[in-house]
């Protein structure tokens, strides 16, 4: 009698086979070191080099600063923020095996004690946090891009209070598709607006305090 095969299922995608891929480190301290990533397709990476072309036009701004990621992903943001200079990151994630990713990774690249990962909303989380008047910021907002579409009134409240938050000095980084309107936004002649097809990034800075 012929022995009948038994086939076993092979998991199709990488979060369920395991995989482990990496996201690179660009800049900084730790440029070359690997930022874990699930392959999850809720996470959406910025390409590494969008991510360079944005800490390109940050420099040194970034150095000394808070830096809070506000749909932080695989945290590459940043983590690559701690590298070029930030003195610590709050990243929010609200899908937990990737929160705890972002962990990992931090404790990978040795830089644990200066990250943050809060397991939430990044709405909800802005509205409740208040930062020292002396907060020097950098606040990226890089969310999926539908929120621009099915959370369009969130996200335009979610950056315009982050623009009236009184501290020393807030940045903001801005990721659109290459066609959001940014004249939606509060203030739309202080943006500086750079095409990457198919995204768009939007810089702001708080002006400078009396």
Same mark, same amino acid.
């Given at each position: 009698m012929a022995?009948?095969?038994?086939? +076993? %299922?092979?998991p +199709?995608?990488?979060? =369920?086979? @395991?995989?482990?891929?990496?996201?690179r480190?660009?800049g900084?301290?730790? +440029?070359g070191?690997k930022v $874990?990533?699930s392959g999850?397709?809720r996470? +959406?990476p910025?390409?590494?080099?969008?991510? !360079?072309?944005? /800490?390109n036009l940050l420099g040194d701004d970034?150095?000394?600063?808070?830096a809070?990621?506000?749909f932080?992903?695989? @945290?590459a943001?940043? *983590?690559?923020?701690i590298s070029?200079g930030?003195?610590?990151a709050?990243?929010? =994630?609200? $899908?937990l #095996?990737?929160?705890?990713?972002i !962990?990992?990774?931090a404790?990978d690249?040795?830089v644990a004690?200066?990250?943050?990962?809060?397991f939430?909303d990044a709405f909800?989380?802005?509205?409740?946090f208040?930062?020292p008047?002396?907060?020097?910021l950098?606040? /990226?907002?890089?969310? #999926?891009y539908e /929120?621009y579409?099915?959370?369009?009134?969130a996200?335009l !409240? *979610?950056?315009?209070?982050?623009m $009236?938050? #009184?501290?020393?000095?807030?940045?903001?980084?801005v =990721?659109?598709p290459?066609a /959001?309107?940014?004249?939606q936004? %509060?203030? #739309?002649s202080e943006?500086?607006?750079r095409c990457?097809p198919?995204a768009?990034?939007g810089?702001w800075?708080s002006?400078p305090r009396p």
């Open positions: 022995h009948r095969r038994h086939s +076993r %299922a092979v +199709r995608t990488p979060q =369920e086979r @395991g995989d482990v891929h990496g996201v480190i660009v900084g301290t730790l +440029r070191r $874990h990533y999850d397709p996470t +959406r910025m390409k590494d080099r969008l991510r !360079e072309a944005v /800490f970034v150095t000394r600063r808070l809070i990621d506000l932080a992903g695989t @945290g943001l940043g *983590l690559e923020a070029r930030a003195q610590r709050v990243l929010i =994630e609200r $899908h #095996p990737t929160a705890q990713l !962990e990992r990774s404790r690249l040795g004690d200066q990250v943050q990962v809060v939430g909800a989380w802005s509205r409740g208040q930062p008047a002396e907060a020097r950098l606040v /990226f907002c890089c969310p #999926p /929120f579409n099915t959370q369009r009134e996200m !409240e *979610l950056i315009c209070g982050w $009236h938050r #009184p501290t020393a000095s807030t940045l903001l980084v =990721e659109a290459d /959001f309107d940014w004249n936004l %509060a203030n #739309p943006w500086r607006v990457y198919p768009s990034i810089t800075e002006p």
